[in-house]
């Protein structure tokens, strides 16, 4: 039997498993800017995550609503408001380094993936707050006297 038609590694979990672990991945990669993981988790994420973020570049209630559904609201916000006005370029927003073989355990090859252009923290501006205007002295004391 062949493998033809059959998209993406199964990293030997079920369905929802491997959704739960690419979300978790998403998730913290926003978070974060930069993660690291195995080479094969990174090479899988990483078409996933520029798709996440083309939706957040085209804007609009529709794609921040898509966001929300496959990460979490505060992700999904970070990623419309701070990440993508950040971004310079495109496409190819994400970059996955190579390290050395993980030392502990299962030998196995570890990846850095991270975003092409540097994030910066946007901080908006307060709003000034309208006081209103306090009554004069003499306004008072009109009030008063009709009042009686």
């Not at 529709?62 to 310079?88: C, M, Q, W, Y």
């Not at 996955?96 to 196995?108: E, F």
């Amino acid at each position: 039997m062949h493998r033809h038609g059959y998209r993406g590694r199964k990293f030997g979990r079920e369905r929802d498993q491997r959704r739960a672990l690419m979300r978790g991945l998403m998730i913290s990669l926003v978070e974060h800017g930069t993660i690291t993981t195995t080479l094969p988790k990174a090479k899988e994420l990483r078409p996933q995550a520029e798709k996440m973020i083309t939706v957040a570049r085209q804007g609009g209630l529709a794609g921040r609503r898509r966001l929300i559904a496959k990460l979490n609201v505060d992700t999904a916000n970070r990623l419309v408001d701070v990440i993508v006005p950040s971004l310079k370029r495109d496409s190819g927003y994400l970059r996955v380094t190579r390290l050395d073989q993980r030392r502990v355990g299962d030998n196995a090859e570890l990846a850095t993936i991270e975003f092409v252009d540097e994030i910066t923290e946007v901080t908006k501006p307060d709003k000034p707050t309208r006081k209103k205007p306090a009554k004069s002295a003499q306004s008072a004391s009109d009030s008063k006297k009709e009042a009686k």
